[in-house]
């Protein structure tokens, strides 16, 4: 039980194009999904919190215009890198949390994004 | 405010010998504290967390990990490793003062060698 999954599991896009990454709970309602970023070599760092049918509350330095966060159900989740720059190539990565027990993440596969 | 320090950025042991995989942190609040595994190009799997429960937590594969408050301490061990144990270890953090979001370390790489 609680698996999660993301589509695409990579991705390549051309600079100022958008692109959307999706991040769905298979067996289990996430009240609460969570988006970090993770550079080549280094340690996961949280983007964004959001709870279904809120808006997305977004970490320091992340701009929430360039990173739009949909929260639409309990089971799906969707970044979409808007304009994107070869800076956004990253592996991002999402996590979901049940109601209640937000401190117990299920982490998806990832998303390895390219932009050339 | 929360920390973790992940002491080695880089540990390599043979087949069969014990793993240790270090870890301090810092919380003004009792923490929640996690070990998660990464192998290449993948999402995170959790081995263990501790929350206020046994200090001695026993997860996944054979590791278990001790909390030990008087030293803000959680390392990671395991007695035996195994070819498939290498990946990319992080430990994390949470508690109250970080509305309970997870704070990760920096990561230890573990190479094991045949």
Redesign the interface.
Known sequence: GAV?S?HPSWVICKSGTSVKIECRSLDFQATTM?WYRQFPK?????MA?SNEGSKATYEQGVEKDKFLINHASLTLSTLTVTSAHPEDSS?Y?C?AAQHGN?????????T?LTVT | AQSVTQLDSHVSVSEGTPVLLRCNYSSSYSPSLFWYVQHPNKGLQLLLKYTSAATLVKGINGFEAEFKKSETSFHLTKPSAHMSDAAEYFCVVSDVDSSYKLIFGSGTRLLVRP
């Open positions: 999660v993301q969570f280094q340690s996961l760092m949280l919190t592996f990565i996590s937000i401190n117990e993440q299920y982490f998806g596969p990832g390895r």
